[in-house]
Structure formats: structure tokens, C-alpha cells
């Protein structure tokens, strides 16, 4: 499975580290970030029994939104259990995205890939579903270019991260970026 991820702002309800982020409680929604260890564990392990190799492309644009910020304390938990995550500067594919950005993606193997839609205020709402072979691979191997252009999940958490004080946010502008 290949995941490619682009926007800069979702709203993740139900989710309490996010609902803690959401409402101004950095520190909380730190310590809650490791609330979905063992389920995520799980999916690593039942993917592993499956022999499914799971790889995620975050792209991210830089000075990096709060929600961006906040994402990636849940990402290194993921990365600790297993997950490949590589993280590619936006502005290294400004070439590919003069007319658009690149769309979320979720590839399954060469059977079937999902463009993830989401609306204006970051709530997912759908996805379309490909199963055309031939595009399917076009954008596997597009995927697999940019993943190998991406920089290491630490080494990027380490110095772009690690670093920054806490966002200011407030539940009504939750993953947007301050003014």
C-alpha cells in the first residue's frame, strides 16, 4: 500500500489527541498522542502477516500549519512501530503542481487506487476509485520517485519539529495556519 499525503489541514474528530489540539491544550494532545499505539501496532503486524508493505509520502509545505505541527508527534508513534514515512518539501515539486497540487492518493497494490477528497474546512468527504491498471502504475511509479526524493521521517521531525514552540490554536481555526 502506498499513501501519498498532501494537504496541510484536516480536522480529525473523534480523535482525542486532535480534539485536545483543537481546543488549545498542546501539552494534552502530546500526551495523548500515543491513545492509538496498540491499534496501530496492530494494523503493522496484521499487514506484516499479510506480507503488505505499507509506505507514506507526507508532503509538506514549510513554515509547517499547527495541524501539520501536531500530526507529526502521531506519525513518529507510527514510525516507532513500523510505519515508512518519508516527508518531501513541497517547494521540491513545485514543477509538478504549477496547475494543481498532487491529489491524495491511496494505492492498493495494482488492483485499485483511491483519490481521498476532502472539503474546504479539511473533512474528509469521499474519494473516487480507480481501477484502471495502466494508471495505476503511472501513479505507483510516480509515488515511488517522489518517496525516494523524500527526506528520513526523523531526521525531518528532528530538525523542523522538535524545534518549534506550541501552535496558537483555537478550536475555530484548528490546522490552519495563524494569520
Not at 134 to 141: F, Q
Request: one cysteine or more; a negative charge; aromatic letters at 10%.
Amino acid at each position: 500500500m502506498r499513501k501519498l499525503e498532501r494537504g496541510q489541514h484536516f480536522k480529525e474528530r473523534g480523535f482525542a489527541s486532535w480534539e485536545a489540539f483543537a481546543a488549545g491544550e498542546w501539552d494534552r494532545a502530546l500526551s495523548l498522542t500515543d491513545e492509538r499505539r496498540d491499534t496501530y501496532a496492530q494494523q503493522f503486524q496484521e499487514a506484516a502477516r499479510l506480507g503488505v508493505v505499507q509506505r507514506r509520502l507526507r508532503v509538506v509545505e514549510f513554515p509547517v500549519t499547527p495541524y501539520v505541527q501536531w500530526e507529526f508527534h502521531v506519525l513518529r508513534v507510527r514510525v516507532e512501530l513500523g510505519d515508512n514515512i518519508r516527508v518531501l518539501d513541497a517547494s521540491k515539486i513545485a514543477d509538478i503542481e504549477k496547475h494543481r497540487p498532487v491529489p491524495e492518493v491511496v494505492i492498493l497494490g495494482d488492483v485499485s487506487m483511491y483519490e481521498v477528497l476532502y472539503d474546504d474546512d479539511g473533512n474528509a468527504m469521499g474519494s473516487h476509485r480507480f481501477t484502471d491498471r495502466a494508471l495505476i502504475e503511472e501513479t505507483s511509479a510516480g509515488f515511488d520517485a517522489l518517496y525516494e526524493r523524500g527526506d528520513d521521517f526523523h531526521d525531518c521531525f528532528a530538525r523542523e519539529i522538535a524545534p518549534l514552540a506550541a501552535p496558537a490554536v483555537a478550536y475555530g481555526d484548528a490546522g490552519r495556519s495563524a494569520p
